[in-house]
């Protein structure tokens, strides 16, 4: 059974930082393209940013590059989020998925087939 667990939101200050965390388990996760979306209240889910299985490629959205970054330690099991220079529109919950097809780059929400449960993050002004 595929798990995926998120870790580390909580409520920020605008201009702090967070590391976000997804623990995989029931999968080889070494061979799972892994993405990061959030949805804020009332709206839809948004592409974040992905990294693929090995590491090597990353593709974030427009509002994540330079100020967040995707990584992963396929040792651990475990995909991070980076977030730097945190703002108000940046609140929302954030989730992790994982794709086994092993194609890059994986950024519409339908292509993925294992979610995590989400993390809320709160920025505040």
């Known amino acids: 059974q595929v798990q995926l667990v998120e870790s580390g939101g909580g409520l920020v200050q605008a201009g702090d930082s967070l590391r976000l965390a997804c623990a995989a388990s029931?999968?080889?996760?070494?061979?799972?393209?892994v993405g990061w979306f959030r949805q804020a209240p009332g709206k839809e889910h948004e592409f974040v940013a992905a990294?693929?299985?090995?590491?090597?490629?990353?593709d974030y959205a427009d509002f994540a590059k330079g100020r967040f970054t995707v990584s992963r330690d396929n040792a651990k099991n475990t995909a991070y989020l980076q977030m730097n220079s945190l703002k108000p529109e940046d609140t929302a919950v954030y989730y992790c998925?994982?794709?086994?097809?092993?194609?890059?780059?994986?950024?519409?929400?339908?292509?993925?087939?294992?979610w995590g449960q989400g993390t809320q993050v709160t920025v505040s002004s």
């Open positions: 998925a994982a794709d086994g097809l092993r194609h890059f780059p994986v950024t519409l929400r339908d292509e993925y087939d294992n």
């Open positions: 990294i693929s299985w090995s590491g090597r490629s990353t």
């Open positions: 029931g999968l080889t996760f070494s061979s799972y393209t």
